[in-house]
């Protein structure tokens, strides 16, 4: 023990390096899942015309911004799971386009909640007038409704055929 500094600094430095290792693996976080989460807000987002317009708002930022985290080599964990966060919430707020009732479907229940509203006997939230509002004329009417059953009955692939 002639050089006791000495063996503290081996001991920081071996703590030091021990530490790099640490965050370099954190760096190394898992992008797997954003990996997935980008694919899918990517194909909802080239088939924007099958969504309720209001409700993928948002969604192209979060994806851009993920798409970022994904590239950066240096991203933490933390910051993926950030934007993984960030992705799904977004995603979890798209709504077809005829979806009136909200189930992520689109079929003849759609169709007959539109019925019950255009004959008032029940009221539809914003987001639900505006997927019923398939054909865009800014009307809920008989039209949508055709069409809603029309895409039900896979007679169309899409409310822009
Ligand atoms: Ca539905
Ligand atoms: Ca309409």
Do not use: C, W
Not at 6 to 20: K, P, R, V
Not at 33 to 39: F, G, P, R, S, Y
Not at 91 to 99: C, F, H, N, P, S
Not at 139 to 150: A, M, P, S, W
Request: charged residues 35%; hydrophobic residues 35%.
């Amino acid at each position: 023990m002639d050089h006791p500094e000495a063996e503290d600094q081996d001991i920081d430095e071996a703590y030091y390096g021990l530490q790099e290792a640490m965050s370099g693996l954190q760096i190394r976080g898992n992008k797997e899942e954003l990996q997935d989460a980008i694919n899918k807000a990517s194909e909802i987002l080239m088939n924007k015309d099958k969504y309720v317009e209001s409700s993928i708002k948002g969604l192209e930022e979060a994806n851009t911004n993920a798409s970022l985290v994904l590239t950066d080599k240096d991203a933490l964990q933390s910051e993926i799971n950030k934007a993984l966060d960030i992705l799904i919430g977004k995603m979890l707020e798209v709504r077809y386009l005829g979806d009136v009732n909200g189930d992520s479907k689109v079929d003849t229940s759609d169709a007959s909640f539109l019925l019950k509203y255009i004959a008032e006997l029940t009221d539809l939230s914003e987001e639900s007038l505006e997927a019923a509002d398939v054909n865009k004329d800014q009307e809920q009417d008989g039209k949508d409704v055709t069409q809603i059953l029309r895409f039900s009955a896979d007679i169309m692939d899409s409310f822009n055929d």
